[in-house]
């Protein structure tokens, strides 16, 4: 079965990591970025391939964007600025200027959701990464994360289906 083409993407920047990854498992941001740009500007790349990558990086570009005009406190003391973009929801933007009253309710509603959802993950994150220092501490002769994993909390390669089970693991434990 031929992988789909955002799969694909996926697997080129999967193998530019791995080849680019340290004794330490590090990689450098700066260096993946570097090395897929070098693998999607291949003349051997597939059409399908090259054309799913400038949908992602016009999605990139876009998210970007407004990611800047998001209003924010300026030296007026107020988040309005008439070029910033308030987004109230199901993918619309609106300028601030143009806003009405209940594009800035609902504005309001999903930027509580959003925070609630954010607020709930990073409790997530805090209980897991607490758990796994403690962890540590009682697993002395442990230093690598996955070894910890199996020893103490019953991971297994098993656990977790990939994303796409036809496709092959890069990452052998």
Request: charged share 30%; with cysteine; proline share 4%.
């Amino acid at each position: 079965m031929k992988p789909t083409t955002n799969t694909r993407l996926q697997q080129i920047v999967e193998q530019c990591a791995i080849a680019l990854t340290d004794a330490d498992g590090r990689v450098s941001k700066r260096e993946l970025t570097v090395a897929v740009r070098e693998q999607l500007t291949s003349d051997d790349l597939d059409h399908h391939t090259k054309t799913a990558a400038l949908g992602q990086l016009a999605s990139s570009l876009v998210t970007g964007f407004g990611e800047q005009r998001n209003p924010r406190r300026r030296r007026a003391d107020t988040l309005f600025h008439p070029r910033d973009l308030i987004k109230p929801g199901n993918g619309v933007w609106v300028w601030m200027d143009q806003a009405t009253d209940s594009d800035l309710l609902a504005w309001s509603r999903l930027s509580r959701r959003n925070r609630a959802r954010v607020d709930r993950a990073d409790d997530e994150v805090q209980d897991y990464v607490d758990q796994r220092t403690d962890a540590f501490r009682t697993h002395t002769g442990i230093v690598r994360l996955i070894d910890l994993e199996r020893a103490a909390f019953g991971w297994n390669d098993t656990d977790d289906e990939p994303e796409e089970p036809d496709q092959p693991g890069l990452f052998a434990a």
